[in-house]
């Protein structure tokens, strides 16, 4: 079977005269005394292209009279000028065939769905105009992303997704077993012996593949991942999943500052990809989703982000007077609602947070001289707080040693990494990037769950 013409080619090159064939989804049918006016999209674009059908076709009274939202159809015909406002051509059909019918029970009838019910349809709501854009979009942005680093000399490693590390130390990994769970095999003292699992250890979901990508970062330089990633935390909110996708980088020879300029340079060509790659699925989400939506994105990829440590930070937030719901002290991490009101109120923009308290964050951050901070930092946007959280890694053998032992976590497991510091040690540095919290600030979607394709959360794992 050959490949039908894709419409968003024939709605840019507009080859009029000439035969063309579609292959796509029903959106609409209207009749007059004589024709029928279909709206085929194929999810290629946002825009349908409108096929005219005349009573001279063979099936017009017993097939496509009955055409209805969602049916699939197979149409040739000429593309011709179209007498119709809204749009330049369309299609006078020679054939029209349905491959599939929808019937009236079809559940994304010609109306406005909340996205609340397009979650309990997930395998259909690609289907409809707001989340085809989101699909269209975040590829877009996913070949972004390799081209940026590709395009820098940076190699792709792929880290382990199966993994017996757990980078950020918190205990949020969901556990990977062989056991029969009804019997599993238990040591003397009544504990599950993972001795005798598959792996001969206990084993999770990767958090993170960024210790790993260490290891490559100490031979090849510079490298990224770009996988999935999950955390067992059991958060209900509108920025947190179960699985999502993380961009992470390392970067061997590079301080924290050198960090910074990588994670604003992928930021800013990611929003440009999205302004000028995208501009007809930005359109739809700046009209029905966020009205203010082209100002964000410009304050992103026009304007230099500001830098504030977080001590300065914690400052300002006191400056202000506003009684948050979390009281904001020294020592204590920053909220969702403390990161909003530093980008929406205080700088109006992106702003990078520098040198967090080390008792806050995980053990591989590199100590500063004060000896009660971090080389840390995390990249705050306006409506979704934090998108990205990086630092400088301690290269220092024996301070890396101290660290993990001041958070109690077992040198033997670790000693590969430990290693890395004793055999030819640099400074390096990287980040990570929750892909998701990128696709859903440039789409302005208000919940994370409408920006991956298969939102996994607590009490939540469809298909």
Partial sequence: MMPAQRIVHLLRTRPKGETVEVKGWVR?????????????????????????????????????????????????????PSPAKGQEVEIHADTIRVVGWAGPDYPLQKKKHSFEFLRTITHLRPRTNSLGAVARLRSALSFAVHRFFQERGFVQIHTPIITTSDCEGAGEMFTVT??????????????????????????????????????????????????????????????HLAEFWMIEPEMAFCDL???????????????????????????????????????????????????????????????????????????????????????????????????????????????????????????????IGEIVGGSQREERHDLLRQRLHAMAMKEEDYSWYLDLRRYGTVPHAGFGVGFERIVRFITGMANIREV??????????DF
Avoid at 188 to 207: C, H, N, P, S
Avoid at 452 to 461: D, E, H, L, N, Y
């Fill in 257 to 383: 500052d050198g960090d910074i300029r990588v994670a604003e340079s992928l930021l800013k060509e990611l929003v440009r990809t999205a302004r000028e790659e995208c501009e007809e699925d930005l359109a739809l989400f700046s009209r029905f989703i966020d009205k203010n939506l082209p100002e964000k994105l410009a304050a992103v990829s026009d304007r230099e982000f500001q830098r504030i440590s977080y001590t300065d930070a914690v400052e300002e937030l006191h400056r202000s007077k506003k009684t948050f719901s979390f009281p904001v002290e020294w020592g204590v991490d920053l909220q969702s609602e403390h990161e909003r009101f530093l980008t929406e109120e205080i700088f109006k923009g992106p702003v990078v947070v520098t040198d967090y308290p080390k008792e806050i964050k995980p053990f591989y951050m590199r100590a500063n001289d004060d000896g009660r901070t971090v080389a840390a930092m995390d990249i705050l946007f306006p409506s």
């Fill in 452 to 461: 991956i394709p298969f939102p996994r959360t607590p009490g939540s794992a």
């Fill in 178 to 239: 062989a056991f029969d769970l009804d019997k599993p095999a238990r040591n003397e003292q009544g504990r599950i012996d993972y001795q005798q699992d598959f792996f001969g250890r206990q084993a999770g979901l990767t958090v993170s593949g960024q210790l790993e990508a260490e290891v490559y970062a100490m031979a090849l330089g510079n490298v990224y991942t770009f996988g999935p990633t999950f955390r067992a935390e059991n958060s209900n909110t509108s920025r």
């Fill in 28 to 80: 609409t049918r209207r009749d007059s005394r004589e024709f029928s006016f279909i709206e085929v999209n194929d999810g290629s674009c946002l825009a349908n292209i409108q096929v005219l059908a005349g009573p001279l076709l063979d099936n017009f009274h017993s097939e496509i009279k009955q055409v209805s939202t969602g049916c699939s159809v197979h149409v040739t015909g000429r593309l011709v």
